[in-house]
Nanobody
């Protein structure tokens, strides 16, 4: 079992920055990859960025060059640094991990980009 807790969401103006955190606990050693998804009402949940246990990263085209995913193994935390935020980045952001053949999700954190 893995538990994920997100933090760091909030309201920011266009062009601003936020850093999301995803703290993992439980069977951490079994985690193969951790990612951030986002979802707006009425639409599917989309993958934004992902990092594997080997450090391989993936970014959706819409966030390349603006978002950076990283991890602190000592703190069992994965971060999503979001720069140059746009109104279309507004969504609930969810942390996800894949461990021992199962998907785990955090509770989500709201990010709102508005002036």
């Amino acid at each position: 079992q893995v538990q994920l807790v997100e933090s760091g969401g909030g309201l920011v103006q266009p062009g601003g920055s936020l850093r999301l955190s995803c703290a993992a606990s439980g069977s951490i050693i079994s985690i193969y990859r951790t990612g951030w998804y986002r979802q707006v009402p009425g639409k599917q949940r989309d993958l934004v960025a992902q990092i594997t246990s080997g450090g391989i990263t993936y970014y959706a085209d819409s966030v390349k060059g603006r978002f950076t995913i990283s991890r602190d193994n000592a703190e069992n935390t994965v971060y999503l640094q979001m720069n140059s935020l746009k109104p279309e980045d507004t969504a609930v952001y969810y942390c996800n991990c894949y461990a021992s053949g199962r998907e785990y999700w955090g509770q989500g954190t709201q990010v709102t980009v508005s002036s």
